[in-house]
């Protein structure tokens, strides 16, 4: 199968970014079905959010203070 360039415009910010032939090629030998629909920066910056949230909910950042309140 022959890949070329091909202009996707991202999701979330609305850029205009070139989903190449290489990464296409990867992606297909990855098994991956579909193209991306974010830029390059969006999905870091999706990624980050991801790391970010996962990292509070697992040290308890997420939870409701209820020092508070009293014991039963």
């Known amino acids: 199968m022959s890949y070329e360039d091909t202009p996707i415009v991202c999701r979330d910010c609305g850029t ?27 999905r870091r910056a999706r990624k980050q959010s991801r790391r970010n949230d996962q990292q509070r909910t697992n040290t308890g950042q997420n939870k409701p203070d209820r020092s508070s309140e009293p014991h039963p």
């Open 16 to 42: 205009t970014f070139i989903f190449t032939a290489g990464e296409q090629e990867f992606y297909a030998q990855k098994g991956f079905m579909h193209a991306p629909v974010r830029c390059p920066t969006c």
